[in-house]
């Protein structure tokens, strides 16, 4: 038993589909055939019935028409007894003698009491039902009705039904329900087995898909049909997991691909001054104070860059930390509006609306978020222009908005400066020490405080960057 459950639990899922299917349909065909079955005796047995209380009726009723003075020996009393229905009648005395008795009566009966006085209820009688009874290998529906003659005193009629044409009729019915369920059984395995390996056909071609994936091969896709069952809604989850698999793997392909990149710049130039200062930095006291000052301005713009790094894989990683604390909002715009102040003196940066906010979040991040849309705007805003950072309370959320009247973002490339080491202008960013990292760092902070950023700009007007947030706990709001 173990080891063919063992053997159907290892099973393709077709076969155990199949397996189960025959047996529900199996047990189906079961029951309704047991029902058909007990419906068709319970039927027989009443017809039966009937026809017995139907004979006693017409015994009863020659009896008393005859004033109980019909000589009860005579076969005629039998003449109203129709003989095509199997049932045989034995009158008998009390002590057993046999007065008479119809056919080949050969049956012996052990004393069963079914008493009824015709004189008082005869419709009572009629509602007795028969019994049933074994004998000889027959089946035999068996009443037995006693009532007081003048000349005999008590006398009993027995009146037998034999079943062997309905046991018969049984038994064939039953042969051929037997043979259909065979039938049935033997054909819902194959049918089953057929329809059910069809119908799992897509599941083979996920899995030799998933087989032929790899990460030098994520170009395999498989063919939905135009129906909207879970087979064909797995294939395209399926889809779209690879779509989302090569998106994910480009990217990381395209992100290793950047940062060696941005890292070999800085390391050749820092190669470069080293080799001038072994061969002429001992005696050469100008060429000795560039290369200092070159090789420390490239040696912090690749920290920069690899803290940048490290702080992107730790939040795809889920490893960042995110400290959240209550404080102003407006106290920070505050400060970071000052600080940019002092960071670019010759730049016009404003701040008119600010209003009073307190909020739960990161402050260290939102801050960073802020100094990277404002060192945007110092960076590709000319001196004298002018940059305004906004705040604004709504009801249910907030906006921080840095706007510049700066050279702006070509419209096609708006979708695209959150990408990682994308870089509008590659040749002014590099003078200006960009690494197209800032703007992602940003859009992730956004995301973890579950707002979401807008850019609205225009070449040679400006840009304009709105954050949402939709902060849970606005404690005061002016």
Not at 26 to 54: C, F, P, R, T
Not at 131 to 148: R, T
Not at 243 to 267: C, G, K, M, N, Y
Not at 275 to 303: F, H, P, Q, T, V
Request: no cysteine; hydrophobic share 40%; glycine share 4%.
């Amino acid at each position: 038993m173990k080891k063919a459950l063992k053997t159907i639990k290892n099973a393709k899922i077709s076969i155990k589909l199949t397996i189960l299917y025959a047996f529900m349909f199996s047990l189906v065909l079961l029951i309704l055939n047991a029902s058909i079955l007990y419906g068709v005796k319970y039927h027989l047995y009443n017809q039966a019935n009937k026809e017995i209380q139907d004979t006693q009726n017409v015994m009863l009723n020659t009896i008393v028409s005859k004033n109980q003075q019909l000589d009860l020996s005579n076969e005629e009393i039998f003449s109203d007894i129709p003989h095509n229905e199997n049932i045989d009648i034995r009158i008998i005395q009390e002590d057993g003698t046999i007065l008479n008795s119809s056919g080949s009566f050969d049956y012996k009966i052990k004393n069963h009491h079914d008493k009824t006085d015709i004189l008082e209820d005869i419709i009572s009688t009629a509602e007795e039902k028969a019994i049933h009874l074994e004998e000889k290998g027959k089946e035999l529906l068996y009443k037995k009705v006693e009532f007081e003659s003048n000349k005999y005193g008590n006398v009993y009629i027995e009146i037998i039904k034999n079943m062997d044409n309905e046991y018969y009729f049984l038994e064939v019915l039953f042969g051929f329900m037997a043979i259909a369920d065979f039938i049935g059984m033997i054909s819902s395995l194959l049918l089953g087995y057929i329809v059910s390996k069809r119908m799992l056909k897509p599941i083979s071609y996920i899995t030799k898909a998933a087989e032929n994936i790899s990460i030098n091969n994520l170009k395999e896709r498989i063919n939905g049909t135009d129906s909207d069952d879970e087979l064909n809604r797995l294939i395209n989850t399926f889809n779209t997991m690879i779509d989302r698999l090569q998106e994910s793997f480009d990217r990381q392909v395209q992100f290793v691909s950047d940062a060696s990149h941005e890292l070999r710049t800085p390391i050749t130039v820092i190669q470069g001054y080293a080799n001038l200062l072994d061969r002429w930095g001992k005696d050469d006291r100008e060429a000795l104070e560039k290369s200092i000052y070159a090789i420390k301005l490239e040696a912090g713009n690749m920290a920069s860059l690899v803290e940048k790094l490290l702080f992107l894989a730790k939040g795809d990683s889920g490893t960042q930390v995110i400290e959240k604390k209550e404080f102003y909002l407006n106290e920070l715009v505050d400060e970071v509006v000052l600080e940019s102040r002092l960071i670019a003196p010759r730049h016009i940066i404003t701040n008119n609306k600010n209003n009073i906010v307190n909020i739960t979040a990161d402050y260290k991040m939102i801050k960073q978020m802020l100094r990277i849309f404002i060192d945007n705007s110092i960076k590709f805003t000319t001196e004298e222009n002018k940059i305004d950072v906004s705040l604004e309370a709504q009801e249910e959320f907030i906006k921080l908005t840095v706007s510049d009247t700066g050279i702006g973002i070509p419209k096609d490339e708006i979708e695209n400066i959150f990408h990682r080491f994308y870089i509008v202008d590659k040749s002014r960013s590099k003078e200006k020490g960009g690494t197209g990292l800032g703007l992602s760092i940003a859009k992730w902070i956004v995301y973890m405080h579950k707002g979401n950023i807008t850019v609205e700009s225009e070449e040679g007007k400006g840009t304009k960057v709105t954050v949402t947030l939709s902060i849970e706990q606005l404690v005061t709001k002016k």
